[in-house]
């Protein structure tokens, strides 16, 4: 029997946008596949790097980061800037772990874009079945 490989992802999305695009792609019944476990933060820059680099640890094949839709629209103003930043210095971290930056993705998706965010989670679950399970 050949099963599918099937990624643990698990998504930090910000409560202003890509969390509510992730609530209307739910009530548009857009789907998107079941491995993507959403987790709301206040603002994307709110994620401290230890929360990624302990969803590895803890099982995640990769970790998805949805932030305002673009730097400038940011419900904090300098939020997604930080979060850019941040996500630079975490695929280096990531790199040095032994860990490919690919299972780290950065996406700015606003509350309007529920189909986006179906995109986005479609497309990156794909993205990591083709890297395989992550070696722990």
Same mark, same amino acid.
């Given at each position: 029997?050949?099963?599918? $490989? #099937?990624?643990?992802?698990v998504?930090f +999305?910000?409560?202003w946008c890509?969390?509510? /695009?992730?609530? +209307?792609? %739910?009530?548009s @019944?857009l &789907?998107?596949p079941?491995?993507?476990v959403?987790?709301?933060?206040l603002?994307s820059?709110?994620?401290?790097p ?8 803890? %099982?995640a094949?990769g970790v998805?980061?949805g %932030?305002? =839709?673009?730097?400038?629209d940011?419900h $904090?103003?300098t %939020?997604?800037?930080k979060? $850019?930043? @941040? =996500?630079?210095?975490?695929q &280096?971290m ?5 860990i490919e930056s690919? @299972?780290? @993705?950065?996406?700015?998706i606003?509350a309007t874009?529920g189909r986006k965010?179906a995109?986005v989670?479609? #497309?990156?679950v794909?993205?990591?079945?083709k +890297? /395989?399970p992550l070696?722990?």
């Amino acid at each position: 029997m050949n099963e599918q $490989y #099937e990624p643990k992802i698990v998504a930090f +999305l910000c409560k202003w946008c890509a969390s509510a /695009g992730a609530d +209307l792609a %739910g009530v548009s @019944r857009l &789907k998107y596949p079941p491995n993507v476990v959403p987790m709301r933060v206040l603002c994307s820059s709110r994620i401290d790097p230890q929360f990624i680099m302990d969803a590895f640890e803890k %099982g995640a094949d990769g970790v998805l980061i949805g %932030g305002c =839709h673009t730097p400038n629209d940011c419900h $904090y103003i300098t %939020g997604n800037f930080k979060a $850019y930043k @941040r =996500h630079l210095m975490l695929q &280096k971290m990531l790199e040095e772990a032994g860990i490919e930056s690919e @299972r780290l @993705r950065l996406e700015w998706i606003s509350a309007t874009e529920g189909r986006k965010l179906a995109q986005v989670a479609t #497309e990156f679950v794909e993205e990591i079945q083709k +890297l /395989g399970p992550l070696k722990r």
